[in-house]
């Protein structure tokens, strides 16, 4: 069965949307999006014994008219033509930023799908600085674990540093509270381990935690 997290980036596409998964180890994401009738999908990745699973796992259920497997460092090998939706999920910020900085491969596609395994802060600010805006974003809670999935369009917009830390979409959101919670928590715990000589580190933890609690009074 797919997991909360890849279910819940599937939540973000439709049925006529064409998607490039890149990074798709076991190309469970597009399996799944083809069972749900998506009709062009691309997976993809830069490991060969992970693509060879991939591709096991798609002749095992008769995908292989709907999804292409190529293997490619990001975006390189990839003929994006037709294709209207890219997804990375699974992994770091560092590694997302630089497949997504092919700018000229991206031309055409409408709506970028991100998962980030951390700082989502570079993420967001980043790609708005590329000329992206967030149109969507969803957390999701998978074997204990919080996930953030954020659906990136082209457009212009000057997010605030609160926006950029904790997302425009989910700070609004009342589905979101128990994730503020939880990293009001966390940063609370934090805080009590950092020896009060760091006063830095403090005063920047201190910082997080009164905007995390003047987003849980607002939402
Ligand atoms: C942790 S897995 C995540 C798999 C899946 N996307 C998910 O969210 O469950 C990360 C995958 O990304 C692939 N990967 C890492 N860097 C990549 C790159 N530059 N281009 C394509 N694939 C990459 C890895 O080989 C691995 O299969």
Same mark, same amino acid.
């Given at each position: 069965?797919?997991?909360?997290?890849?279910?819940?980036?599937?939540?973000l596409?439709k049925?006529?949307?064409n998607?490039?998964?890149?990074g798709?180890?076991?190309g469970?994401?597009?399996?799944?999006?083809?069972h749900?009738?998506?009709?062009?999908?691309i997976?993809?990745?830069?490991?060969q014994?992970a693509?060879?699973?991939?591709?096991?796992?798609?002749?095992k259920?008769?995908?292989?008219d709907?999804?292409?497997t190529?293997?490619?460092?990001?975006?390189?090998?990839?003929?994006?033509k037709?294709?209207?939706?890219v997804?990375?999920?699974g992994?770091?910020?560092?590694?997302?930023?630089? %497949?997504?900085?092919?700018?000229? &491969?991206?031309?055409? =596609?409408e *709506?970028? /799908?991100?998962? @980030? #395994?951390?700082?989502?802060?570079?993420?967001?600010?980043?790609?708005n600085?590329?000329?992206?805006?967030?149109k969507?974003?969803v957390?999701?809670l998978d074997?204990?674990?919080?996930?953030?999935?954020?659906?990136?369009?082209?457009?212009v917009?000057?997010?605030?540093?609160?926006?950029?830390?904790?997302?425009?979409?989910?700070?609004?959101?009342?589905?979101?509270?128990?994730?503020?919670?939880?990293?009001?928590?966390?940063?609370?715990?934090?805080?009590?381990?950092v020896?009060?000589?760091?006063?830095? %580190?403090?005063?920047?933890?201190? &910082?997080q935690?009164? =905007?995390? *609690?003047? /987003?849980?009074? @607002? #939402?």
């Amino acid at each position: 069965m797919l997991s909360l997290r890849l279910k819940a980036i599937a939540s973000l596409i439709k049925k006529k949307d064409n998607v490039i998964d890149i990074g798709c180890d076991h190309g469970y994401l597009c399996l799944y999006l083809a069972h749900l009738g998506c009709a062009k999908l691309i997976a993809s990745d830069i490991n060969q014994n992970a693509l060879n699973n991939a591709i096991a796992n798609i002749k095992k259920e008769k995908m292989e008219d709907k999804i292409m497997t190529v293997l490619s460092d990001g975006l390189t090998n990839i003929n994006v033509k037709g294709f209207n939706t890219v997804v990375i999920s699974g992994m770091g910020t560092s590694t997302i930023l630089k %497949i997504l900085a092919d700018a000229h &491969k991206l031309e055409n =596609i409408e *709506k970028i /799908i991100v998962q @980030s #395994n951390n700082d989502l802060f570079s993420l967001r600010k980043v790609m708005n600085s590329r000329g992206y805006i967030i149109k969507q974003e969803v957390v999701v809670l998978d074997k204990n674990k919080y996930y953030v999935i954020i659906e990136f369009i082209k457009g212009v917009h000057k997010y605030n540093y609160s926006e950029l830390m904790y997302g425009p979409i989910l700070i609004k959101k009342k589905d979101s509270k128990d994730y503020f919670h939880y990293l009001l928590t966390k940063n609370i715990t934090i805080l009590n381990k950092v020896p009060k000589l760091k006063i830095l %580190i403090r005063m920047k933890i201190k &910082k997080q935690i009164k =905007i995390i *609690k003047k /987003i849980l009074v @607002s #939402n």
